[in-house]
């Protein structure tokens, strides 16, 4: 149980015990009962506006992922992909909520205007059962690490779509015979650009300009989808249960914008308007569920077997609309890079920011950044291939990010007398643990087992 201590006039000390960890209640200084807002101490002037946090988290989701959902049918089939997109959303949706509202209820008792996804985790084994209370050092640190692995393996992952764009479109219209990593030592110059911007505010434009070019991909595919007759009759309903792994890694990975979810709601001058009905996570999730499931089922139909790691990459090669869509993803894609690269960089510079004098502070960010992406696009050069990196990426760190720690950090915030009656939010977290350390176990054998074929070939 967390202790609060209120100092007297006369400097005595008298202890008030939180026995309930959801318990907005915290002492003034005079001793008195105090509900404490966090929402109120958020910065009005510098803050984003709802309409552009929406949009943020709209291109956070709204990735190179949307283009490998047909894949990921190609790995369930058509009804369990269907069904298992809908289910893998409202499991990602629902996992983002409670770790909202935890580190939503948890500021309240902290005091403080709001938590990163880390110090949500830390904040939480702080107050926890006292049993765990040496363990919020670890949880932070746990947190931090996974989300820098998981956005610079992701980054890896947009160099090498973008490069596969522009190769399979120069190539064509140029006659050109080039290697993808001619491409990938080509546009990494753009990306390094693009990882300098250090304020999510000035990512706004660059969302904005990617979601629209992401709809009017989104309308060209569509076209290109309906306009022949589809057909249905040779596409299994199942696929197989060996591929399922792979499904629901690539799915994840699709979908999992967890590592930004914080970063923006931290950002917001309301965020009051990020939870609830509405709200800026169910608008943007709703319209993302709907997106993949759309495009996964049709892409699908379409290409059958043959559909590719990006389904742009399907679309008639030299067909000038066709080249369109693949181009403007690729630039959708390049502007997504700064909103990703911005969350491992800030958990980075937060830990070794006091390692360099303060003077020193830029040109310093400028060559930790310039490295960073320099290695990204090394090793997207040595692993070029879309289909088994996308699924070995959602597996190891979504999966565990996503779905598990969200589950952990309410278990213990609410732990033990606020977990529902017959204790269904302890059951429903160790399910939906337990699915995630599957999810990992299978996704990253099937991932490594693709690379290894494919290199062995």
């Avoid at 546009?187 to 629209?212: C, E, H, T, W």
Wanted: proline share 4%; hydrophobic share 50%; net charge neutral.
């Amino acid at each position: 149980m967390a202790e609060i201590n209120s100092t007297s006039k006369e400097k005595s000390k008298s202890v008030f015990t939180l026995t309930d960890f959801s318990s907005r209640t915290v002492l003034t200084e005079k001793g008195q009962l105090d509900d404490y807002n966090p929402f109120e101490h958020r910065d009005q002037v510098n803050g984003a506006s709802t309409s552009g946090s929406l949009a943020h988290l709209l291109k956070s989701s709204l990735g190179s992922g949307i283009l490998a959902m047909p894949m990921a049918f190609k790995n369930a089939g058509l009804l369990f992909g269907m069904v298992g997109t809908l289910v893998v959303g409202f499991l990602c949706t629902h996992c983002v909520h409670i770790l909202v509202k935890t580190s939503h209820d948890i500021c309240e008792i902290a005091k403080v205007p709001h938590l990163g996804f880390a110090e949500t985790a830390e904040k939480v084994f702080e107050n926890g059962p006292k049993k765990l209370r040496p363990w919020s050092n670890f949880a932070k640190q746990f947190v931090d690490g996974a989300l820098m692995a998981t956005y610079y393996a992701a980054g890896c992952v947009y160099i090498v779509f973008v490069a596969s764009s522009f190769q399979n479109v120069l190539n064509n219209e140029l006659d050109l015979n080039w290697n993808i990593r001619v491409y990938i030592a080509i546009i990494i110059i753009p990306f390094l650009v693009m990882g300098q911007i250090r304020d999510l505010k000035y990512l706004v434009p660059f969302s904005a300009m990617a979601n629209i070019f992401i709809v009017i991909v989104f309308g060209i595919t569509l076209y290109y989808l309906f306009n022949e007759p589809l057909k249905f009759s040779d596409k299994p309903l199942f696929s197989s249960w060996a591929k399922l792994p792979l499904f629901f890694a690539t799915v994840i990975f699709a979908m999992e914008g967890i590592g930004v979810v914080m970063p923006v709601e931290n950002s917001m001058k309301s965020p009051q308007h990020f939870l609830g009905c509405p709200g800026v996570l169910n608008t943007a999730m709703i319209t993302v569920v709907t997106l993949y499931a759309v495009i996964g089922f049709l892409g699908y139909v379409k290409y059958g077997d043959q559909v590719l790691g990006s389904i742009t990459l399907n679309l008639d090669d030299g067909a000038w609309l066709a080249d369109t869509a693949k181009l403007l993803m690729a630039i959708s894609i390049l502007f997504t890079f700064g909103l990703q690269f911005y969350v491992p960089n800030e958990i980075l510079w937060r830990k070794i920011s006091h390692k360099f004098p303060e003077e020193k502070h830029n040109i310093a960010q400028i060559l930790l950044r310039t490295g960073i992406i320099l290695l990204s696009g090394g090793i997207s050069a040595a692993i070029p291939d879309l289909e088994p990196f996308i699924g070995l990426v959602g597996a190891v760190f979504f999966s565990l990010l996503g779905i598990m720690v969200p589950s952990v950090v309410q278990t213990v915030f609410l732990w033990p007398n606020n977990l529902g009656r017959w204790n269904w939010i302890l059951v429903k977290n160790v399910i939906l643990s337990i699915l995630a350390i599957l999810a990992l176990i299978a996704g990253s054998f099937v991932s490594i087992s693709e690379i290894i074929k494919m290199y062995s070939k």
